[in-house]
């Protein structure tokens, strides 16, 4: 996956030693993470406590199957990582799960209710959102009016609400007040009038996130959240990310290339390769299994990290 603007990947690193990311504000309360000891490392296992769970879901372009997932349980509470070659569906998958596509076979629920074939934005308000690398669209509006378009709905928008102003403006204040706040936390607070476009690498990632974050959603799923930020700013943009789980209770699933973040921050690994589900387990499962190693030694320019690099 690329970003829309042409940057992509790490070697598109942006940003100097004094871009504002840093540890992130939270609640006092620490949360403990899901438990998931006595789970198989096996293709499709059970979880204790899924907060999405799919089934068959198959989606074909042509005569491509890009993705073909029997079933997947993602745990609550825990950070996941869905990983694999290049072309593997994880994309796919992501855009199909957050109602962006439509697959050709299957179903998923989400917190115990059918999430399949619900539009993208009812998904988002159940509390399921993903975040975007930032458009160009977006890109040109300022880093407070990126968080307030991805507020919850305006009441106001309706006819009905157009003629209840109070509620409306109540409403605005609010989204005023939450965006505000999240960007303190985020550590943008002080670029909030800036062009989004004018961020770097590392504070593109954390309003991606700190807009994702909006509608409060209970699942947080995650595009290449490292990808395009300098190296000495991973470490930080990793707290913000554990902090979803271990302060809020939220369950994180996100799409990773680089192996050391994935195996130094996730409870469970999914691997997929042609579209299948070809292994799942802790990342110390995932780093011995053969049929990963396999994967990517065929069709990507890295392996997974070796015992122990991954922190
Ligand atoms: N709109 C589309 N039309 C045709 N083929 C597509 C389309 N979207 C994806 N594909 C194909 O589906 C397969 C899976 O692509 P996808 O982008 O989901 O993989 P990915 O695992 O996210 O890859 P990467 O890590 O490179 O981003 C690839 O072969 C891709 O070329």
Redesign the pocket.
């Known amino acids: 996956?690329s970003n829309d603007d042409g940057t992509a990947g790490r070697g598109a690193a942006e940003g100097g030693a004094d871009e504002a990311v840093s540890a992130p504000e939270l609640p006092a309360e620490p949360r403990i993470s899901v438990d998931l000891t006595g789970v198989a490392a096996e293709p499709g296992v059970a979880k204790p406590d899924p907060i999405l769970v799919a089934d068959g879901v198959r989606r074909q372009?042509?005569g491509?199957t890009?993705?073909d997932v029997a079933h997947l349980e993602v745990p609550r509470g825990s950070i996941t990582a869905l990983i694999?070659?290049?072309?593997?569906?994880?994309?796919?998958?992501f855009n199909l799960l957050t109602g962006f596509d439509r697959p050709n076979a299957g179903s998923w629920t989400f917190q115990g209710e059918r999430a399949s074939g619900v539009p993208a934005y009812r998904v988002a308000r159940r509390g399921m959102v993903r975040t975007f690398q930032l458009t160009k669209a977006l890109t040109r509006l300022t880093v407070l009016d990126n968080m307030l378009l991805a507020a919850p709905k305006q009441s106001g928008e309706g006819m009905l609400g157009a003629f209840w102003r109070p509620g409306w403006r109540r409403q605005e204040r609010e989204n005023l007040e939450r965006a505000e706040s999240l960007l303190r936390r985020f550590k943008l607070y002080d670029k909030r009038a800036d062009f989004a476009g004018t961020l770097s690498g590392g504070q593109r990632k954390l309003l991606e996130m700190a807009r994702a974050l909006m509608v409060d959603p209970a699942l947080v799923m995650l595009d290449e959240p490292m990808a395009g930020v300098n190296p000495a700013l991973v470490q930080s943009l990793l707290e913000h990310v554990t902090a979803l789980r271990d302060r809020e209770g939220k369950t994180v699933l996100f799409?990773e290339?680089d192996m050391d973040v994935v195996m130094g921050i996730s409870d469970w690994v999914v691997v997929?390769a042609q579209?299948k589900v070809i292994a799942e387990g802790r990342p110390d499962d995932i780093r011995s299994d053969a049929a990963v190693i396999d994967a990517y030694l065929g069709t990507h320019h890295g392996a997974p990290a070796e015992e122990g690099s991954g922190g």
């Open positions: 996956m372009f042509g491509l890009a993705v694999g070659p290049n072309g593997a569906g994880k994309s796919t998958f799409v290339h997929l579209g």
